[in-house]
């Protein structure tokens, strides 16, 4: 028997602001998911957020882009934002459903999606992630370190199965492209394309002894769909971990080191992604309640929930950030907070202007205008005094408009 994995997330309204998901809402999801486990188109699931989005991780045998899997979670999200959400005025009610019509896949509707169909080995330890006011590239570096960094994992060096690398494939995202690169082979190659998260984004990762599927991560681009600004593409990942691939250990290890992503306040700040505790998880419900972003609405954290899957049947949550051990890394991300903050609006803390391309900026910065510096520097004198005579209005040259 094959079992899919299959993640679905979206934010549907923040309490309050951008902070949080509503209890009510992962509630209501878990409830949805075990009623269709009782029904038979699920085995299992589970319910988490971190900051404002929700995801739905569903069990199955019904293969990846699977219509039921797919509606169930579209109608889920539906219907918590015409139940819940918008009953209660949630900050941005419905905000990363995108589309009206549901026909057969959620992908390109707005929500992140990342499934995996494997044939479960004798034990199948399953790494899950999610991360909040980032976006998907956002895991390009971890990513590679787990599969590509003998510095990071061991396994690379000393484990038989491993020794031969992974095969990542990388999608730019603005083509619609995909690259197969080999590591270690391609090291160079491969950093040259996902040192720039933004375009390029490792989207699986196969041992290419066997091209057992390791790994997946959400893709889409929440800007490229609705061409405006939608709030960052928050993504979701999941890794298969041990037994000739890279273990929890070498997995989590990667995060240790709180890295600089993009997405932080407005989708418009770079900041560290810090590796982060769950608040609570109720096994009972099959929920678990993730951090919350207010420091500037960050800073971008990522969460690491462990199973063990077996028949399809999820066995845990652990949550895996919740090691002293990563109290350093939560701690250098404070501090690294805190010093790139007191850049205010100044890039690199603000994001470049292509990147800015989507936000509200340019709508401002159209307002003004600008003369040529020839004409400009020939009448500087007339062009200051007009400017000082008309304090606090947008800049404009005498002779001009
Ligand atoms: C949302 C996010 C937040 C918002 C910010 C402004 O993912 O990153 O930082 O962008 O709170 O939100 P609005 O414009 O909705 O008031
Ligand atoms: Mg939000
Ligand atoms: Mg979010």
Redesign the pocket.
């Known amino acids: 028997m094959k079992t899919t994995v299959s993640i679905i997330k979206a934010?549907i309204g923040?309490l309050p602001?951008?902070a949080w998901v509503h209890p009510k809402i992962l509630e209501f999801a878990a409830e949805r998911l075990k009623e269709e486990q009782k029904r038979g188109l699920l085995i299992d699931y589970f319910v988490y957020n971190v900051?404002?989005d929700m995801s739905l991780l569903m069990t199955h045998t019904k293969g990846e882009n699977n219509p039921d899997i797919h509606g169930l979670a579209w109608s889920i999200f539906k219907e918590a934002t015409e139940n819940i959400a918008k009953k209660v005025k949630l900050?941005?009610a419905g905000q990363d459903l995108l589309k009206d019509t549901f026909s057969g896949n959620v992908r390109g509707l707005g929500p992140q999606v990342a499934e995996m169909e494997f044939e479960e080995r004798p034990s199948e330890p399953l790494v899950v992630f999610a991360a909040?006011?980032t976006e998907p590239g956002a895991f390009n570096l971890p990513f590679y370190k787990i599969f590509a960094d003998p510095f990071n994992t061991a396994g690379l060096v000393i484990d038989p199965a491993m020794h031969e690398g992974f095969r990542f494939e990388i999608l730019d995202v603005y083509e619609g492209k995909v690259y197969l690169l080999d590591a270690p082979e391609n090291s160079y190659d491969i950093l040259g394309l996902i040192g720039t998260p933004g375009r390029y984004i490792i989207r699986r990762i196969y041992r290419k002894a066997d091209f057992v599927q390791a790994s997946v991560t959400s893709v889409e681009r929440l800007n490229l769909i609705a061409g405006h600004y939608v709030?960052?593409d928050?993504p979701v990942a999941m890794v298969r971990a041990q037994h000739g691939l890279p273990a929890v250990g070498e997995i989590l290890e990667a995060f240790a080191y709180p890295h600089l992503v993009e997405?932080?306040?407005?989708?418009?700040h770079v900041g560290p992604l810090m590796p982060s505790k769950m608040i609570s998880i109720d096994l009972e419900k099959r929920i678990a309640m993730g951090p919350k972003?207010t420091r500037?609405?960050?800073p971008p954290k990522v969460i690491a929930i462990g199973f063990q899957v077996h028949d399809g049947y999820l066995e845990g949550p652990v949550d895996l950030f919740d090691d002293p051990a990563f109290d350093y890394s939560r701690q250098l991300a404070a501090q690294i907070t805190d010093y790139i903050r007191r850049m205010g609006p100044v890039m690199p803390h603000r994001l470049p202007p292509e990147e800015m391309e989507y936000t509200?900026l340019p709508q401002i910065l159209s307002k003004l205008k600008s003369v040529p510096v020839d004409e400009y520097e020939k009448n500087r004198l007339q062009y200051i005094q007009f400017v000082s005579s008309q304090v606090g209005q947008s800049v404009t040259g005498p002779s001009h408009d």
Request: proline share 0%.
């Open positions: 934010d923040g602001g951008h900051g404002d900050y941005g909040d006011k709030g960052k928050d997405g932080w306040m407005r989708g418009s972003m500037f609405d960050g509200t």
